[in-house]
């Protein structure tokens, strides 16, 4: 099983910018899907965006495209989130999920599809 740690979230104004970050250990070579999902208060995760490892294809939902994009250091062995733009509507805690596949990640937007998350790193956007 693969393990997830994010970091990078914090407090920022409408319009400014952060970058997660999301590592992992453990079993990597069997990852092929790793996404970021968000969870605001007395809401379900909802899915952001996902990046297919082994070819660098990339899906966003449809409220962060041209915002927000994924990418990946292998050396590293981490996923970014660069978020621009940000509005308050973008405030929840943010998670890294992963979860093994060979040939693409299907429907990726499915949380129980995913074998491992991280603990989480919050976001606040203020008006």
């Known amino acids: 099983q693969v393990q997830l740690q994010e970091s990078g979230g914090g407090s920022v104004q409408a319009g400014g910018s952060l970058s997660l970050s999301c590592v992992m250990s453990?079993?990597?070579?069997?990852?092929?899907?790793v996404a970021w999902f968000r969870q605001a208060p007395g809401n379900e995760r909802e899915a952001v965006s996902l990046?297919?490892?082994?070819?660098?294809?990339?899906s966003y939902v449809d409220s962060v495209k041209g915002r927000f994009a994924i990418s990946q250091d292998k050396v590293k062995n981490t996923v970014y989130l660069r978020m621009n733009s940000l509005k308050p509507e973008d405030t929840a805690m943010y998670y890294c999920g992963a979860y093994a596949a060979v040939g693409g990640c299907g429907p990726w937007r499915v949380p129980s599809r995913y074998e491992s998350w991280g603990q989480g790193t919050q976001v606040t956007v203020s008006s």
């Open positions: 990046i297919y490892t082994l070819d660098d294809r990339t």
């Open positions: 453990g079993h990597i070579f069997r990852t092929g899907c």
